[in-house]
């Protein structure tokens, strides 16, 4: 297993890998500097089980050759240049796992010509505590499915990746669950930063649950432009189950935000918009790109402070 990024969810697969007594190696996606290090990951489970495991991570100019099942965890906004860096090291019939955020993160793979592209919908929350542990909450088991390649090859991937900790499985309608996940974390990721509260707000606060049915009704407008059929009922329900299932955590752009890092704003509601502007549907993307712009506002005055 080769995991690309050392961040909240590469952290909690690298430990849960090394649980199972599968080989594991992390590469940093922000760092690229040939060091190679050994890390104590500590995760925090739901039950308050603490789980500790040493993980070899490395940096991409360290690692010439990659042979094995990739996942890729960084941050979407870096995919064109990963994918590059990934086209010289990978086997030929090596399958890269995209677990991130957003639509079309899978684009710049595709484009360099990768031939075994599986997309994964997380459906799990970790945190990275003040302490250096990770906060990790499962949903539900996230779904994995087909970009290219071949249906043999992700079933024995999908195999090989399960943990009893982080479970995984099988998706035939793969876009289906993209946009519906893309649709929530559109809720997730723009309002709760720019209330400064955590996931559980949905399902604490009416006036907050009425302005993600909003959000919500706009999304479901245009992924039906591209074929996509959702209803408003799954994507509350949807929303909701996330909500109180992570009650009390701080979602990712929140977290890129108080830590003065860059989001991922761009491939979820600047995304969304950008789509809905290809089947003249600009006014129901409005307020989608109004608090996208508002997100991206203040992502930069965060950066200007540090």
Known sequence: ??????????????????AEGKPVTV???????????????????????????AIPVYTLNAVDQIDGIVMVTTKSFGNKELSLKLSSRLGNNTP???LQNGLNVEAPFISQGFPHIYRCVL?????????????????????VGLI??????????IAEINTPYFRFKPETDIQTVIWKKAIMNTVFNSVCPLLETDNGIFHRDSLA??????????????????GVHLSQQEIETGLINISVASDGQAISTL????????????TLNFEMV??????????????????????????QLKLKAI
Do not use: C, W
């Open 123 to 143: 459906f799990a929350t970790s945190l990275i505590l003040p302490n250096g542990a990770v906060r990790f909450r499962p949903v539900t088991d996230s779904p």
């Open 255 to 266: 977290q890129d935000l108080n830590n003065g890092r860059q989001t991922e704003i761009n």
């Open 96 to 98: 890269v796992v995209i």
């Open 1 to 18: 297993m080769y995991i690309i990024g050392f961040g909240a969810i590469g952290k909690a697969l690298a430990a849960f890998f090394a």
């Open 27 to 53: 590469i940093r996606g922000s760092v690229n500097d040939g060091s190679t290090t050994q890390e104590e990951v500590v995760i925090e489970l739901a039950d308050g089980t603490v789980m500790k495991q």
């Open 274 to 299: 950008s789509i809905a502007g290809k089947h003249g549907l600009e006014k129901e993307a409005s307020e989608i790109l109004l608090l996208g712009e508002l997100i991206k506002i203040k992502e």
């Open 209 to 226: 649950l009425q302005v993600a049915q909003k959000l919500i009704r706009s999304g479901i407008a245009i992924a039906a432009k591209v």
């Open 148 to 157: 290219q390649g071949d249906i043999a090859t992700m079933q024995h991937l």
